[in-house]
């Protein structure tokens, strides 16, 4: 017996949204419920899944079971679609399992024909309403079904009414509409050369194809992959008895919302159109009327429509969107679905929804998706914007940003700091442009990823960023940026939408961030609920200052080689780099101390009472010197001019070192824990720096943090137990000097597979594992996360060879699969380890839900992302006891 791949809207209910979609599910629901809707019948999403597996071939049976649908529909009816007599008209439409609105195809009086014609106006008594269904049954049908042009239609229109001199299509008469028929056939025999289909069981087969096709259109795959729909799910089809809003002034059509989905104000909030069809309230063909006014044209369907309202809104305890046709004077309702909101909306509904006992907190943190709050975080583009973007990139760090267009960062760095708002275009950033950055509305760069150094100081300091824009050429020395034969000159005033990573060449309006009430009130709940610790990575005081005001409960990381950067900072770095001996290279790290512990007290400070995570020196030492080729140039040009000697030895011995100190991979070379192991003056000077800052805030707030100093890179048990040994021994030196006492812990950063594969071994030194995912993916993938998301990464997402970016959602089966045996091996050895997640996945919700089913003890993310994570942790607790 092949698969039933039909049903009767009798057969269906609320829980078969997954088979029946959710316009057929809904509508099955409301007519249990004994809600007026029009009949019909449901073809499966099943049906369309297998027609995608069969390269557009309909499954055995589909076809014999939507004729006997059909007619079972018609015996129901007392009609016979496409008869001369009693004819049965019906709409065609799409039902994906996830609301997926205006991104699918629908095709509206199907069965009108030349034979039926006649008695469509017989029966209304209304020939002028026959034709104008005749007119719009063409158009739709072969804009939708055969893939004819919707503007010769359009202009045919628009012809006819100014031959008429009438401005709206209601003005034209039914002797006007039978001509425009007549026009609208012609065109479409023209277009497909005479074939065009009249047997109307013919034209619905087509159809039903049509919106099977119609899951596949590139707007639906946008849609999909902005919302992280899956591609498989397929859409329903749903065949329904056509109701009409055109029959005149005692019908009309129209959409409602329960509550308003731009504020969720608990308030009536919709259009409707007299005499009119359901794509004319959409179209904007016609201007739609406020639903408050339907109450003084047609009273008795707008009451019964505001019972109806309230009865879905308190049967699917959610908001509502609905859709209506009032024929005659009878409501019949033709869809419900949980209403598409705001960010805003959202968590007012769900506020408002548990105050009046609808739902309770779980409940209502459920139905937040933690990427709405985003939008709440940071300034946004406003949504009635119709700009078209000159140019994409990566959504690197969220919120909007509008400035003057700057291509250098101390070029920003002043101009910000003397109120300017200005935007900062590079090809790439790099440390040296945090001045930069730290002063800009936000950043736009040719290059980079998701974890580019740019998109990770942005969400650090919450700016926009778009990364990697690889259409736009930078021309630094004549300060433009080019793309599609448009200029942007230094200037300029621009935009940047980092939550989409759009760029736009004029100033759009912006709305501000707002953390209101219902925020606080629902992001509370969250907490109430979940298990996760959210901790912040936060490199500076400020940084750490708004980590806590988000809610962060701690630093889980604080990345220290951010500090050595400026002005003021550098050359110190340069004299460590340079020393000939110990001595020399003591001298430098002792005036590097002085600035490391002013850094950490300004964090110690902000977070006292809480956990503070302090990584040290990670990155390998050529990233604090000159570029190779620049520095070799640039002796080649002073040799060339005659330089002073002294000041040319000096930068010969600077270019003799960044040799010696540059590798092929520097990823992968001397960096991390590699570096304290030949230099173990750096690891003594910065746990002496840390220590020291910890009892000077104790000294002077009564309270400092709890201290925890991070070895990275280690893939070795012998290099964590000297680098731990080296840490403790400066630690309690210090602290005996001291007189003082204090807890600490000392642990790693897991960041490498093997790593993962020894936790057993590398756990008996440490207190404590953090796992290093975006180093973790490089590694284990073997990719460099700049280069792949700016290169083949983002073909691999479009073709659905991967189905996130890796960087962006952690690789559950693979970079996860090593993050579940490093809890496993690690806790074997130590079962009291604390265990918690600091790259960029920290902040991603689909890895949050992850990292709390490996029994990670805590996430920490950019300061922005805290109340995100705090809301998914919570979420995936939820998720978890289902």
Known sequence: MSEKYTYDLSEGDATMKPLLGGKGAGVAEMMRLGVPVPDGFTVTTEACIETMRNNGEWPDGLRAQ????????????????????????????????????????????????????PAIAEEAGNERFAWDCYRRFIQMYGEVVEGLSSHAYEDALTAMKNRKGVAQDTELSAEDLKDLTAEFKKISDEALGGEWPSDPREQLIRAVEAVFRSWQNPRAKVYRKANHIPDDLGTAVNVMQMVFGNRGDTSATGVCFTRNPSTGEKALYGEFLTNAQGEDVVAGIRTPRPLEEMEQVLPDAYHQLVDTMHKMENHYRDMQDMEFTIENGQLYMLQTRNGKRTAAAALK??????????????EAVRRIEPEQLDQLLHPAIDPSNTAIPIAKGLPASPGAGVGAAVFDADVAAERGAAG????????????????????????????????????????????PCVA?????????????????????????????????????????????????????????????????????????????????????????????????????????MHEMILAANDEERQTALDKILVMQQ???EAIFTAMKGLPVTVRLLDPPLHEFMPDLVTQALKVQEMEIRGADEKDLAEERQLLAQVKKLHE??????????????????????????????????????????????????VHLQQELATQREIVV?????????????????????????????????IAEYADFFSFGTNDLTQTTLGISRDDAENGFLGWYEAEGIVKRDPFQSIDVDGVGQLVRMGVEKGRATNPDISMGVCGEHGGDPDSISFFQTVGLDYVSCSPYRVPIARFAAAKAKLAQAE
């Open 349 to 362: 509904v769900v506020a408002d929804l548990v105050d009046e006992g609808l739902i309770d907190k779980e």
């Open 664 to 713: 092929q991979n520097p990823m992968l070379g001397t960096r991390g824990c590699r570096l304290g192991m030949l230099y173990p003056q750096i690891p003594d000077m910065q746990a002496r720096a840390i220590v020291r800052a910890a009892l000077a805030v104790l000294e002077r707030e009564g309270e400092t943090v709890e201290l925890q100093i991070m070895i990275p890179l």
């Open 66 to 117: 939507i004729d006997e649908a059909l007619t079972h529909f018609e015996e129901r009816t007392g009609r016979k679609l496409g008869a001369a007599k009693d004819p049965l008209l019906v709409s065609v439409r799409s039902g994906a399992v996830v609301s997926m609105p205006g991104m699918m195809d629908t095709i509206l009086n199907l069965g009108i024909s030349d034979e039926s014609v």
């Open 468 to 572: 990697g824009a690889t259409a736009i050429k930078i021309d630094p020395e004549a300060k433009t940026l080019t793309v599609g034969g448009k200029v942007v000159h230094e200037g300029d005033i621009v935009t940047l939408n980092g939550s989409t990573g759009e760029f736009f060449d004029q100033a759009l309006t912006l709305i501000p961030a707002r953390m209101n009430e219902d925020f606080l009130k629902v992001v509370g709940w969250a907490d109430e609920i979940r298990d996760l610790g959210v901790e912040a990575n936060a490199d500076n005081g400020p940084d750490a200052a708004k980590a806590r005001e988000l809610g962060a409960e701690g630093i889980g990381l604080c990345r220290t080689e951010h500090m050595f950067f400026g002005d003021e900072r550098l050359p110190a």
């Open 420 to 463: 300017e708002a200005v935007v900062l275009i590079r090809f790439e950033t790099t440390p040296d442009d945090i001045h930069g950055v730290l002063q800009s509305q936000g950043v736009i760069t040719a290059h980079g990823g998701m974890t580019s150094h740019a998109a990770v100081v942005a969400r650090g300091f919450g700016k």
């Open 598 to 600: 002013s850094d950490f």
């Open 729 to 761: 021994n400066a630690v309690d030196d210090e602290l005996d000097k001291a007189g003082k006492a204090l807890e600490y812990k000392v642990g790693t950063m897991i960041e490498l597979p093997r790593a993962a594969l020894v936790a057993d071994q």
